[in-house]
């Protein structure tokens, strides 16, 4: 698996009454919409299946797979990320800032597995989508300033609006807040259609960022 080239996602497939989880290589820029560059597409959509073990059994990738990442747009300044030809160098000059924000956009069904006894999304599902989702947004913006955005959970604040229906397509859009700090934080709202059900904050630590070396 080349970065650049291809990513792997989840494809359901149906053989002899089992469901297999397979995977496909698909082009990251015919799949990943918005304004950012390709190159960082393709780079954090591979770190987002990374961290969801897409491939392996960690716990919650039966429902991790069905998730599809469809955006990803950089707010902050006034350029253009659509010409491929420039991509390299558009990530090379916005290194170092710290005016841009970055959101990321998943959408997947609700299933039966994904619910309570009442056919509403369950109160943990909601969180475990919410973690690798606000994440990205942070993961993304620390691609573009050339910074490690990765770290673990620290406190994460989830305020349900609405229940969610059993069939129910829904968007998770995500927010960069705050980045270049050992503690990092985003936003997080679960929409279906044009109704925000579940609204969040998710606070990360990397404890290595920042650190300088200590001098006799």
């Not at 304004?35 to 954090?44: R, V």
């Not at 995500?174 to 270049?180: A, E, K």
Request: glycine letters at 8%; charged letters at 20%; a neutral charge.
């Amino acid at each position: 698996m080349t970065r650049t080239s291809a990513i792997c996602v989840p494809l359901l497939q149906s053989q002899t009454n089992e469901s297999h989880h397979l995977f496909e290589e698909v082009r990251v820029e015919e799949n990943i919409g918005g304004n950012a560059p390709k190159k960082i597409k393709s780079l954090a959509a591979e770190v987002f299946w990374h961290f969801v073990d897409a491939k392996g059994s960690s716990y919650g990738v039966e429902t991790g797979r069905k998730l599809r990442f469809t955006e990803i747009n950089i707010s902050g300044d006034h350029q253009s990320f659509s010409t491929e030809a420039r991509d390299t160098q558009l990530i090379e000059n916005h290194k170092g800032r710290d005016d841009l924000t970055v959101e990321t956009v998943f959408e997947v069904v609700v299933d039966r597995d994904m619910c309570n006894i009442h056919g509403t999304l369950h109160g943990s599902c909601a969180a475990y989508f919410v973690d690798p989702c606000s994440s990205s947004s942070l993961v993304t913006l620390g691609l573009l300033l050339g910074i490690d955005g990765t770290g673990v959970s620290q406190s994460m604040n989830l305020i349900w609006h609405r229940p969610i229906y059993m069939g129910t397509k829904i968007n998770i859009r995500s927010t960069s807040v705050f980045l270049t700090g050992r503690i990092r934080t985003a936003r997080c709202e679960i929409w279906a259609g044009n109704s925000l059900c579940i609204s969040a904050v998710h606070s990360t630590i990397n404890p290595t960022a920042g650190r300088s070396k200590a001098k006799l």
